[in-house]
T-cell receptor
Framework: GAVVSQHPSRVICKSGTSVKIECRSL??????MFWYRQFPKQSLMLMAT?????????EQGVEKDKFLINHASLTLSTLTVTSAHPEDSSFYIC??????????FGSGTRLTVV | QKEVEQNSGPLSVPEGAIASLNCTYS??????FFWYRQYSGKSPELIMF????GDKEDGRFTAQLNKASQYVSLLIRDSQPSDSATYLC??????????FGDGTTLTVKP
């Protein structure tokens, strides 16, 4: 089945620094990937849709200059949290869809900003 | 009104019982429907998808879809403690983007 690899699984960074999270589709090509954020005991919140070769589409309320998304190839999308602050601490998850059979999620990245 | 609604629970059932999870959606143009399971601290994993009205069975899981009532459900037979998790309902429109419900937390008690 489809496999989506996400790295790193955990990251701790200092306030004001930037963090890059990678999401790779290992055995299929993903023209579209999705980035979610999930706070403890809350639901998935879609942040943006990452489109290969074009600009990402951000959901309302998500700062595009803070959450930079790059989808340079059919198998790799990256999310960079710029100038991270403690309130950005969350569980970030990427996903991709293969052939309309539902999403495959990456394992998630737990970001802690101190 | 949320696009996809689920009872947040918690839903508690004894081991061996049937757990019934429900989901309603607002967009009549929705084409495909998915159930995901998410263990605490982990990312969601796909359990089942259903496209047509009726029932679809896979092992202990049965998905039921009623497009006229805009209702999709997941039944878990012979519930096990390992089924304790949050179950997310997701609905796709023609645009292909999934909209997720907030999830129902299920606890199966030994």
């Amino acid at each position: 089945g489809a496999v989506v690899s996400q790295h790193p699984s955990r990251v701790i960074c200092k306030s004001g620094t930037s963090v890059k999270i990678e999401c790779r589709s290992l055995d299929f090509q993903a023209t579209t990937m999705f980035w979610y954020r999930q706070f403890p005991k809350q639901s998935l919140m879609l942040m943006a849709t990452s489109n290969e070769g074009s600009k990402a589409t951000y959901e309302q309320g998500v700062e595009k200059d803070k959450f930079l998304i790059n989808h340079a190839s059919l198998t790799l999308s990256t999310l960079t949290v710029t100038s991270a602050h403690p309130e950005d601490s969350s569980f970030y998850i990427c996903s991709a869809e293969q052939n309309g059979y539902g999403y495959t999620f990456g394992s998630g990245t737990r970001l802690t900003v101190v | 009104q949320k696009e996809v609604e689920q009872n947040s629970g918690p839903l508690s059932v004894p081991e061996g019982a049937i757990a019934s999870l429900n989901c309603t959606y607002s967009d009549r143009g929705s084409q495909s429907f998915f159930w995901y399971r998410q263990y605490s601290g982990k990312s969601p994993e796909l359990i089942m998808f259903i496209y047509s009205n009726g029932d679809k069975e896979d092992g202990r899981f049965t998905a039921q879809l009623n497009k006229a009532s805009q209702y999709v459900s997941l039944l878990i037979r012979d519930s096990q403690p390992s089924d304790s998790a949050t179950y997310l309902c997701a609905v796709n429109t023609n645009a292909g983007k999934s909209t997720f419900g907030d999830g129902t937390t299920l606890t199966v008690k030994p």
